[in-house]
């Protein structure tokens, strides 16, 4: 269960209520953060980390460091081109690799492989799995990452299949590499094992292709995967959640729901003229959103006089959810 939104709607208190609910109805459950600014630890009034919490019996936390899992993936990368070139060329895979983490997208397409990870311990370690994800725009760019990285990967692999083809022709016309430059140090290594290298390079491709391939499937099951958006009764929360739906329909990953959070609640002490404008305007947004999601189910979660932290609050919310 992906729960987004804009910024500061309320997606983390969601995820945290819904996680904790699910937890309390007999499923085991594991919420977890990609939001780089992670707020789950303030709400659930516990330090989280990086790595696994258990938070109550059946319930673990965790908070991805995004940073942490692209170091991570650019290691695992220098290894693997490590163990393809000459001893000699070790700096400059080191040099390429650390520019290629400071690049467009590296960070995103760490952190999708460890949500892709995560989604697959649904089932297994964990009835449920809930992503508390960062606001709509890095939402958007992380969902929608394995079907453009997915089509990146497989014109790596048409270009590596061109790449072998002409290999093969050269080396039938007695071309090929010259032994001692850069591309010999690849393809006719002495010192390298038995298997071929490009045989290798490929595999390794197809493997990070399988990665993105699985998420993408497990993103369009609608009946394993649920994406919940988050709105407020506001102006810019209805604008940034339209641009939202409109952006996943694109990559046809569907919403289960619509979460309406911070509803002045009808007990709400109406005799002052601000709080009776506000409510005015409120009922105004709450019909905009009935025309512009017209087709999402909804539930409206009631604005609290307090702040939400702790398990106590988190269990009110998770109720007041389930409830509707």
Same mark, same amino acid.
């Given at each position: 269960?992906?729960?987004?939104?804009?910024?500061?709607?309320?997606?983390?208190?969601?995820?945290?209520?819904?996680?904790?609910?699910?937890?309390?109805?007999?499923?085991?459950?594991?919420?977890?953060?990609?939001?780089?600014?992670?707020?789950?630890?303030?709400?659930?009034?516990?330090?989280?980390?990086?790595?696994?919490?258990?938070?109550?019996?059946?319930?673990?936390?965790?908070?991805?460091?995004?940073?942490?899992?692209?170091?991570?993936?650019?290691?695992?990368?220098?290894?693997?081109?490590?163990?393809?070139?000459?001893?000699?060329?070790?700096?400059?895979?080191?040099?390429?690799?650390?520019?290629?983490?400071?690049?467009?997208?590296?960070?995103?397409?760490?952190?999708?492989?460890?949500?892709?990870?995560?989604?697959?311990?649904?089932?297994?370690?964990?009835?449920?799995?809930?992503?508390?994800?960062?606001?709509?725009?890095?939402?958007?760019?992380?969902?929608?990452?394995?079907?453009?990285?997915?089509?990146?990967?497989?014109?790596?692999?048409?270009?590596?299949?061109?790449?072998?083809?002409?290999?093969?022709?050269?080396?039938?016309?007695?071309?090929?590499?010259?032994?001692?430059?850069?591309?010999?140090?690849?393809?006719?290594?002495?010192?390298?094992?038995? +298997?071929?290298?490009? &045989?290798?390079?490929?595999? =390794?491709?197809?493997? !990070?292709? #399988?990665?993105?391939?699985?998420? %993408? $499937?497990?993103?369009?099951?609608?009946?394993?995967?649920?994406?919940?958006?988050?709105?407020?009764?506001?102006?810019?929360?209805?604008?940034?959640?339209?641009?939202?739906?409109?952006?996943?329909?694109?990559?046809?990953?569907?919403?289960?729901?619509?979460?309406?959070?911070?509803?002045?609640? +009808?007990?709400?002490? &109406?005799?002052?003229?601000? =709080?009776?404008?506000? !409510?005015? #305007?409120?009922?105004?947004?709450? %019909? $905009?959103?009935?025309?512009?999601?017209?087709?999402?189910?909804?539930?409206?979660?009631?604005?609290?006089?307090?702040?939400?932290?702790?398990?106590?609050?988190?269990?009110?919310?998770?109720?007041?959810?389930?409830?509707?």
């Amino acid at each position: 269960m992906f729960v987004g939104g804009k910024g500061g709607v309320g997606k983390t208190t969601t995820a945290a209520a819904l996680a904790l609910a699910a937890t309390e109805r007999g499923r085991s459950c594991l919420v977890v953060s990609t939001d780089p600014a992670h707020s789950l630890r303030d709400v659930f009034d516990h330090s989280i980390g990086d790595t696994e919490t258990v938070l109550a019996p059946g319930l673990t936390a965790l908070e991805i460091d995004p940073d942490r899992a692209a170091d991570a993936h650019i290691a695992s990368v220098k290894q693997r081109m490590k163990s393809l070139v000459h001893p000699r060329l070790y700096d400059e895979v080191d040099r390429q690799l650390d520019l290629a983490a400071h690049a467009p997208g590296a960070t995103e397409a760490a952190l999708i492989e460890r949500v892709a990870e995560l989604m697959a311990l649904a089932g297994s370690r964990f009835d449920l799995v809930v992503f508390d994800t960062a606001p709509s725009g890095h939402t958007v760019r992380l969902l929608s990452l394995p079907e453009v990285m997915g089509a990146w990967m497989d014109g790596l692999l048409r270009h590596r299949e061109r790449s072998s083809r002409l290999g093969s022709m050269l080396g039938h016309l007695g071309g090929g590499g010259v032994r001692g430059d850069d591309l010999s140090m690849i393809d006719a290594r002495e010192d390298h094992p038995s +298997d071929s290298p490009e &045989a290798r390079i490929t595999e =390794v491709l197809k493997a !990070r292709r #399988r990665k993105f391939l699985v998420a %993408r $499937e497990l993103l369009l099951d609608a009946a394993g995967t649920a994406f919940l958006l988050v709105v407020n009764p506001d102006r810019l929360s209805i604008l940034e959640s339209r641009r939202v739906v409109e952006t996943l329909a694109r990559f046809d990953i569907p919403i289960a729901a619509l979460i309406v959070n911070r509803v002045l609640p +009808d007990e709400a002490d &109406a005799s002052g003229a601000f =709080v009776e404008a506000r !409510r005015a #305007r409120e009922r105004a947004y709450l %019909r $905009e959103i009935d025309s512009v999601f017209p087709t999402l189910p909804r539930t409206l979660v009631p604005l609290r006089p307090d702040d939400v932290h702790g398990l106590d609050a988190l269990r009110d919310i998770g109720a007041q959810l389930l409830a509707a």
